[in-house]
């Protein structure tokens, strides 16, 4: 729902680059008419902990606003958000890095939302640093933090998939036999023995959306892709060579990350497509649009996070690890809502997950 009384994007966008600019007076007013209730009555009632960790009221708003439609969804994030506020605390009040780390590494909440592959790694590691300013800055302690950064987002991810599978796509996936399958899962990023070399999770949603709108696998889905934008495109004055190059640099990741309106851009392109080749009125799939766009977007942000995983040193099976982390909180979000899915088979794992 657009609300036109919200400050500007660019207004939005100043405030957080400078955060030592106070914002007027009618900025304010705007930004707390738009506030949740939930947000407004805590932002006003005294914090029983003691102390306001800012981080984790901007998830909490994140979670109290419509990013999950079910109760269930909302209150296990939120219980979450109650549970990290409650760990940041304790970890405030602990004096030197031994202390500070070993009260981390022992936490049941990292245990259960971090990566698993680094528990032991973690726990290691406190038992040896020194108890300096240094070890605040462990090499091998901020690894661990970092991959259980990543595998929380992940998770969360996991679960907005799963909330809008279960309350507006439920009877569709029952309906095309998709109830096991994790959607989103192929474009994880996997590594490949022979090549030596992951897979290029943008370049993979690529060719899922040039499927789905008619390539029939013969020659490059980009190629595909360009003309097929080109040709959609209102002016019709855009080469298809300079559409294709545009994807390609998205798969290679250069000149920045593309604007969603660009991915939706070509959503909109791939829609009408499809459309014209199924003979329906394309202005009716608004929506498709939107979610392939939105599947570009995912993968985008997959590859700059394998970029990432492997900047911070980690491994190939540590990457995998963290990235594993998605399908199993699908799995565990789906338990949760009351659409449990069937165990896993591991002869067939391998190839579900369709995106």
């Given at each position: 729902m657009e609300r036109r009384y919200l400050p500007v994007a660019k207004t939005i966008a100043k405030m957080t680059a400078e955060p030592s600019v106070r914002p007027g007076r009618s900025v304010i007013t705007r930004l707390f008419r738009a506030m949740p209730v939930e947000v407004a009555e805590r932002a006003l009632r005294i914090r029983p902990e003691g102390f306001i960790w800012p981080t984790g009221e901007q998830w909490r708003a994140l979670f109290i606003s419509s990013f999950f439609a079910h109760p269930a969804a909302k209150n296990f994030w939120l219980q979450f958000v109650d549970s990290a506020t409650a760990l940041n605390g304790e970890m405030q009040r602990k004096n030197g890095a031994v202390s500070l780390w070993y009260q981390y590494a022992a936490s049941?909440?990292?245990?259960?939302?971090?990566?698993?592959?680094?528990?032991?790694?973690?726990?290691?590691?406190?038992?040896?640093?020194?108890?300096?300013?240094?070890?605040?800055?462990?090499?091998?302690?901020?690894?661990?933090?970092?991959?259980?950064?990543?595998?929380?987002?992940?998770?969360?991810?996991?679960?907005?998939?799963?909330?809008?599978?279960?309350?507006?796509?439920?009877?569709?996936?029952?309906?095309?036999?998709?109830?096991?399958?994790?959607?989103?899962?192929?474009?994880?990023?996997?590594?490949?023995?022979?090549?030596?070399?992951?897979?290029?999770?943008?370049l993979s949603a690529l060719e899922h959306l040039a499927s789905w709108?008619?390539?029939q696998r013969k020659g490059m889905a980009i190629t595909y892709l360009g003309k097929l934008w080109a040709r959609h495109t209102v002016s019709g004055s855009t080469e298809a060579t300079s559409r294709m190059r545009v994807l390609r640099n998205w798969t290679q990741r250069k000149k920045g990350r593309p604007k969603f309106s660009s991915l939706l851009d070509l959503a909109n392109a791939a829609v009408s497509e499809r459309c014209m080749t199924d003979g329906v009125d394309p202005n009716h799939h608004d929506r498709d649009a939107k979610t392939q766009a939105a599947i570009l977007r995912w993968a985008e942000t997959l590859a700059l996070l394998l970029a990432y995983l492997e900047f911070q040193g980690l491994s190939v099976r540590e990457i995998s690890e963290v990235m594993s982390t998605y399908s199993d909180e699908y799995r565990t979000a789906r338990r949760i809502l009351g659409k449990p899915m069937n165990p896993v088979d591991e002869g067939r794992a391998a190839s579900s997950g369709s995106a």
């Open positions: 049941p909440l990292v245990s259960r939302f971090g990566c698993p592959a680094f528990r032991i790694a973690c726990t290691a590691q406190t038992e040896i640093i020194a108890d300096n300013e240094e070890s605040f800055d462990d090499p091998i302690l901020m690894k661990c933090h970092s991959a259980d950064v990543i595998s929380v987002l992940l998770r969360i991810v996991a679960w907005h998939i799963a909330d809008i599978v279960v309350t507006d796509f439920w009877d569709m996936v029952k309906q095309d036999a998709q109830t096991d399958l994790v959607p989103l899962e192929s474009l994880l990023p996997k590594f490949d023995e022979n090549t030596n070399a992951w897979s290029n999770p943008t709108c008619g390539w």
